[in-house]
């Protein structure tokens, strides 16, 4: 069977540092950027915040932005800036054909109405009838759809009229590798010609860092970089709000209507080790050769989230390349779940790109690496499960 | 000697193992047995209270051990009974499938049990934050488990030995359809000899079934259970929320003739389109779902005449069975009357990200036993909806090949078209 080169022509991105591959460039190129810390709302914890976002820029209807919570919106958003990137989203033969899938968790829950339910059981025995009561007069109807995984990608298809075909993923980072992989495969096989896949998350919700506290993953007390985390109070995983959405596409349908290429997307590996048998050092080393790495220095846009086993071992299976010149990415941005690889892969292809490498993100973790990075690449190694890498080339 | 390469001259994939379960019990034998009688699942709630409720029916899994434990635990009953079957029937070491899994589950949120168990853990007057405190002291792996995404996934694969990272997926109520899809795609690209796709959904909790009523989703015929889902019909007034699951054993024709297995059917043709009108309505001109029919058949490489016996999506809501009406008229034109369609939910209600799977593995039965089952409660035909939908009773025909139709909110449309037998 033919098989097609996979190029990325559209990169939209939104974290605590701002909007859009060139902001998120200048940013990260700069040295001495600090972190956007919000230290006070969900203390003991810290999260990277939203930036401001003007959404009627890219979610023009009013009656559209209603019909979603924070999460949607962003991802809805950030896709459309992909889409603008890629000099698409005006182009409605181009949307309309165009194949999609997004990483996703769930969207908001009403607080209100929770902590309502929570309060009124003190002085109720029958809690169930309490929940029939309180959910059937106090939820919004409409509030459903906005909890839905799949319908941000329901919303990118009303929004962005991106209709070849949807499909939702879900399993937190490993939902966005495989979301990654599972696209770039569709472009090489020739089963599509362009597709739109990302995610988005939005960690400004009591829910969102209870899913990572359940297990008690979250760090806690003063911020620290992504690598200096063990040892530090709580689970070391400090989390982001923000998303990432690439437009990926097969470089004949991109040389053929003129696209800018920012890279080509090359081997995407995953992997699920099982970590409670230890294997995921060896899984991560695997990784790493299945994805045919050149020779001499590398540099790696990490997306280590802080998670202490995990991050330690991606460390040490990292430092064990005499070659391999670590940035995690996380420092800077908070851990973005589901967004998280994409977002890294992103990022490596601004790189790629811009012919320059990005500074230390910590001095006293990451290598220095010199000259113009020809490959790029970008990890992700879930907090508690899946793992998942990839290369970038130059275009 | 069969054909290994498509029209496309992609492998062919085949089905070799099957396993359901629904509201009419575990396995196919039960559930075959009860479909083709007309037998209807659905009964009066009894999982939870029901004050307040205007629905108070459904067709819930209720026989499992883990029927009272919450949605995770149960969609993961259902996932590993209905594999357990399948990786069976497909003569597989139960413990090294040795090919990727899909898994089209529903999303998972933290049981509102769990959430309450929490809040009493703790004294802090902010609720919120007294939830977070009292989890992270407790740091429970079983809760932790239930809330994540990937868990269900993860756990099967520890199970059933499949390979690589599990894609754990959701297109809403045409969930089922796309797992089977991946599957296929997988199987085509060349990437695996077999992969296992499978439908679960074991979340009918009372606060699912109250979102779904707020929307007017839902059937309030709650006299007559049974009577309760009536596909084409013109009072129907809703679905019927259900739980169940189903999964296939999909391999490469050439891999499964090599093994010496049983080919239980074929998959011939996938075929999507999204809908970008509305949240939750079509497109009313049909359009996006007559797409998704017409790219099925397409990658199927069949005409339109070409389709034995159609298994609607037909869910009993006044919206969905016009739409699917409109649609397949248009595709099919005039013949649309002649073909035998009926839909499974009418005796098992929607069951949601499971309904894709469970389908397709009733329309694989459907052509091996040459026994169509009927759409059951059909007792006031709809005028606007003319179509032969195998009305109450079962209907013995030759059945070679099958359209098998999901669509759900978020503008999912999805189609499968399966054959009896390798060209």
């Not at chain 1, 698409?88 to 209100?112: F, P, Q, W, Y």
């Not at chain 1, 075909?165 to 399993?171: C, L």
């Not at chain 1, 966005?176 to 096989?189: F, I």
Request: charged content about 20%; overall charge negative.
């Amino acid at each position: 069977m033919k098989s097609y080169d996979v190029v990325i022509t559209g990169i939209g991105l939104v974290s605590s540092l701002g909007e859009g591959p060139d902001a998120h460039w200048q940013k990260l190129t700069a040295t001495g950027t600090r972190p956007v810390l919000d230290v006070e709302r969900f203390a003991p914890y810290t999260v990277h915040p939203l930036p401001e976002i003007d959404w009627n820029l890219q979610i023009v209807k009013r009656g559209d932005q209603r019909q979603m919570e924070t999460w949607q919106r962003l991802g809805t958003y950030v896709a459309g800036l992909a889409l603008d990137d890629a000099g698409i989203k005006t182009d409605e033969a181009l949307c309309s054909t165009m194949d999609m899938v997004v990483a996703a968790g769930g969207g908001e829950r009403d607080v209100a109405v929770d902590n309502d339910i929570l309060a009124a059981s003190e002085s109720r025995a029958d809690f169930d009838i309490l929940l029939n009561e309180k959910l059937t007069t106090e939820l919004r109807p409409t509030l459903f759809l906005a909890q839905l995984s799949n319908l941000l990608a329901g919303n990118i298809s009303i929004v962005h009229k991106v209709t070849g075909s949807s499909r939702t993923f879900m399993g937190e980072e490993g939902a966005g590798v495989a979301a990654v992989e599972t696209a770039a495969a569709r472009v090489r096989s020739g089963q599509s010609t362009h597709m739109l896949v990302g995610g988005a998350f939005q960690t400004e919700h009591p829910d969102m860092l209870l899913g990572y506290e359940l297990g008690a993953y979250l760090h806690r007390g003063v911020w620290k970089p992504v690598w200096q985390r063990t040892g530090s109070e709580g689970g070391g995983v400090v989390s982001g709000s923000g998303g990432a959405f690439l437009v990926l596409e097969s470089r004949e349908h991109a040389e053929k209507r003129g696209a800018r290429i920012y890279a080509g997307l090359g081997p995407v590996r995953s992997g699920r080790a099982r970590r409670k048998r230890g294997e995921l050092s060896s899984t991560i080393e695997t990784l790493l050769k299945a994805a045919n790495l050149p020779q001499g220095p590398l540099l790696a846009l990490s997306g280590a989230s802080g998670g202490h086993a995990a991050t330690s071992a991606e460390k040490t299976a990292m430092d064990a390349h005499a070659g391999l010149a670590a940035r995690g990415f996380g420092t800077l941005t908070g851990h973005m779940k589901e967004a998280q690889f994409p977002f890294a892969v992103a990022l490596a292809a601004l790189a790629v790109h811009n012919k320059a490498s990005y500074p230390v993100f910590d001095a006293a973790s990451e290598r220095n690496f010199d000259g113009i990075p020809e490959q790029v690449l970008a990890t992700a190694v879930g907090y508690h499960q899946f793992e998942g890498l990839a290369l970038v080339s130059a275009a | 000697m069969a054909k290994l390469k498509d029209h496309l001259g992609r492998p062919v994939v085949a089905v070799t193992g099957i396993g359901v379960v629904t509201s009419l019990g575990i396995g196919k034998a039960d559930n075959w047995a009860a479909l083709t009688a007309g037998k209807s699942g659905i009964h009066p709630i009894t999982r939870f209270p029901i004050d307040q409720l205007n629905t108070r029916i459904s067709g819930t899994v209720d026989f499992l051990p883990s029927s009272s434990k919450g949605a995770s635990a149960l969609t993961y009953e259902l996932a590993e009974t209905a594999a357990r079957e399948a990786v069976t029937e497909a003569g597989i070491d139960l413990e090294n499938f040795g090919g990727p899994l899909f898994l089209a589950s529903p999303p998972v949120e933290l049981d509102w049990h769990d959430r309450l168990a929490l809040y009493k853990g703790g004294d802090q007057p902010d609720a919120s934050r007294r939830v977070l405190e009292v989890a992270r002291g407790l740091n429970s792996p079983d809760m932790f488990d239930s809330a994540q995404f990937g868990t269900i996934a993860d756990r099967l694969s520890d199970a059933f030995g499949t390979t690589g990272l599990p894609i754990t997926l959701s297109t809403a109520c045409a969930s089922g359809a796309t797992a089977i899809q991946l599957g296929v795609e997988a199987i085509r690209r060349g990437e695996c000899d077999r992969a296992l796709s499978v439908g679960a959904d074991g979340s009918a909790t009372a606060e699912a079934l109250i979102r779904f009523s707020l929307l007017s989703a839902l059937s309030t015929s709650n006299d007559n259970p049974e009577k309760a889902s009536k596909p084409f019909s013109k009072d129907r007034d809703g679905f019927v929320l259900a739980e169940g699951s189903a999964a296939l054993v999909l391999e490469s024709l050439e891999s499964a003739l090599a093994r010496g297995a049983t080919v239980l059917g074929i998959l011939r043709g996938c075929g999507e389109k999204a809908d970008d009108f509305h949240r939750t309505r079509s497109k009313p001109d049909g359009s996006p779902a007559i797409a998704a029919v017409k790219a099925a058949l397409a990658d199927a490489g069949l005409s339109e005449d070409e389709i034995d016996y159609i298994n609607a999506h037909g869910t009993s809501t006044p919206e969905n069975d016009k739409m699917e009406h409109l649609s397949l008229s248009t595709v099919f034109g005039e013949r649309i009357s002649q073909i035998p369609i009926s839909s499974n939910k009418s005796m098992i209600g929607h069951t949601l990200s499971a309904a894709g799977a469970i389908e397709a593995a009733f329309s694989l039965m459907t052509m091996r036993e040459g026994v169509i089952p009927p759409t059951i409660n059909y007792d006031n035909p709809d005028p606007a909806i003319a179509l032969d939908v195998v009305p109450n009773k079962k209907r013995e025909a030759k059945v070679g090949t099958v359209l098998s139709n999901s669509f759900g909110f978020g503008g999912q449309n999805t189609c499968l078209v399966m054959a009896r037998e390798p060209v």
